[in-house]
């Protein structure tokens, strides 16, 4: 016979409610999202750097307001506010612990009785409001673009980890398109890669000396990145000069008016746009393919390296016409693609929070069914370590790069000091044994 207590518990779960008291007690910091395993590739461990963590907002003025466009008001504009996260190599007093507390939402948007947005808190490993560590000099710029809904948060494990070896890493809550405040999706259709380029201007601003800025003097943002995970590949994508197709701009479901013409392929205005800071981007899934957002001709304007990463089980994105299918018709970049066999469309996010166990759909919007989270972070950590080393810093890492298309093909042969011999081609980085359940593939320009 099932306990009261017992029983209790089901009643809650069964009303997607949240017991509260996984959301008033403090964070567990024995382990902190990003940590490693013990089978964590090499490259996954963190820098040399403390980590220190602010908040700040930026106001883009004069903006479109996409979602108010209608016959009786055919241009309404807003002054679009954005809230940012931002780690930066940090320095630390004697004996400061160096942990944080992020505070988040689950949810799908405000007023949905399915997914109401219940608050939960988790750990970092960062500092608030630490003061920025001077010795790295002028550190390359990440700017980090959340899926839809998500939040500037999702991919702690990653911002940490990337701040601790010498990038400022930014990111965004795009307005309209969080958990918090999701509303229509053209405003994500439109104002994905134009808050990334909004606010690539606007942290080079407060990287300038004089800004007064904490950021004055701290990032070089000649050196970006874009990191995206769905609908923040597909944004980072479009920023760094995929453009969109004639059937994007046409979709009837889409953005109206065919206001996300500004930025098609071909249009003058999003050929002007093309920024040189940009110098790689990481698309996580990046979503449009598989409904005619991407061809040929809009794909053949990247032009700079880029990593894809994806699940081939992908059902949001879709692989095979999904990120597969931009990975091979994006022409003119110098391109990787990481598969996770079995994974689905989840591989970017921190492991699922405790707090979203009481309902299917938040639990879900986290975890991945056939891996561990915490094993595909590690994973994620050591790639975008050796892709962004390569190409924003130029550190010789490109033998993480070179590999055996899959991984399970790899061959350990070491002579007696450890050292490779010539028919060695073992994933670099990774430890015996734990180099499956993964392809990886390069193409280079043509």
Do not use: C
């Not at 990003?34 to 980590?51: F, M, Q």
């Not at 405040?181 to 053209?186: C, L, T, V």
């Not at 874009?226 to 944004?235: A, I, K, R």
């Not at 949001?316 to 994974?343: H, P, W």
């Amino acid at each position: 016979m099932r306990s009261p207590a017992l029983l209790a518990a089901l009643a809650v779960l069964s009303l997607g409610g949240v017991v509260s008291a996984q959301n008033t007690a403090a964070p567990d910091t024995t382990f902190v999202y990003g940590d490693a395993r013990p089978d964590a590739p090499e490259l996954a461990a963190r820098g040399k750097y403390a980590v220190g963590v602010r908040t700040i907002t930026a106001t883009n003025p004069d903006q479109l307001d996409i979602l108010k466009l209608g016959e009786q008001n055919p241009d309404p504009r807003v002054d679009r506010t954005l809230t940012l996260e931002v780690w930066y190599p940090a320095r630390l007093a004697a004996g400061q612990a160096a942990l944080t507390t992020y505070r988040d939402v689950l949810g799908s948007g405000p007023n949905d009785p399915k997914r109401p947005n219940t608050p939960f808190e988790f750990a970092g490993r960062a500092v608030r409001d630490a003061q920025p560590d001077a010795s790295v000099g002028r550190a390359p710029l990440v700017i980090v673009s959340h899926g839809y809904p998500g939040s500037r948060l999702m991919m702690s494990y990653l911002t940490e980890n990337l701040a601790s070896k010498g990038y400022v890493v930014v990111a965004i809550d795009h307005t309209e398109s969080t958990r918090a405040d999701k509303a229509g999706f053209a405003s994500t259709l439109l104002n994905r890669p134009l808050d990334d380029l909004f606010v690539l201007n606007h942290v080079a601003k407060l990287a300038a000396p004089g800004s007064g800025s904490f950021l004055s003097g701290l990032v070089d943002a000649d050196r970006t990145a874009l990191v995206g995970y769905s609908m923040g590949g597909y944004g980072a994508l479009n920023a760094a000069g995929a453009g969109f197709s004639e059937a994007a701009v046409k979709a009837s479901w889409g953005v109206p008016g065919g206001k996300l013409a500004v930025r098609q392929a071909g249009n003058a205005a999003f050929e002007r746009s093309r920024d040189p800071r940009i110098k790689a981007v990481v698309a996580f899934a990046p979503w449009g393919a598989q409904l005619g957002f991407w061809d040929a001709a809009g794909l053949a304007g990247l032009r700079v390296p880029t990593l894809f990463v994806a699940g081939d089980q992908d059902d949001v994105s879709g692989f095979a016409e999904g990120t597969k299918r931009i990975f091979d018709l994006a022409v003119n970049a110098d391109r990787y693609l990481l598969v996770y066999e079995n994974a689905r469309h989840n591989v970017a996010p921190n492991p699922t929070p405790p707090a979203a166990s009481a309902n299917f759909e938040d639990f879900m919007h986290y975890s991945e069914p056939a891996w561990d989270s915490r094993r595909l972070n590690n994973v994620n950590q050591h790639f975008l370590t050796a892709f962004l080393g390569t190409y924003l810093r130029g550190e010789k890492l490109g033998a993480y790069l070179d590999l055996v298309p899959r991984a399970v093909d790899g061959k350990t042969s070491l002579n007696a000091d450890g050292t490779p011999k010539p028919d060695h081609t073992y994933w670099k980085g990774f430890k015996d044994r734990t180099a499956v359940g993964m392809e990886f593939y390069h193409l280079k320009p043509r």
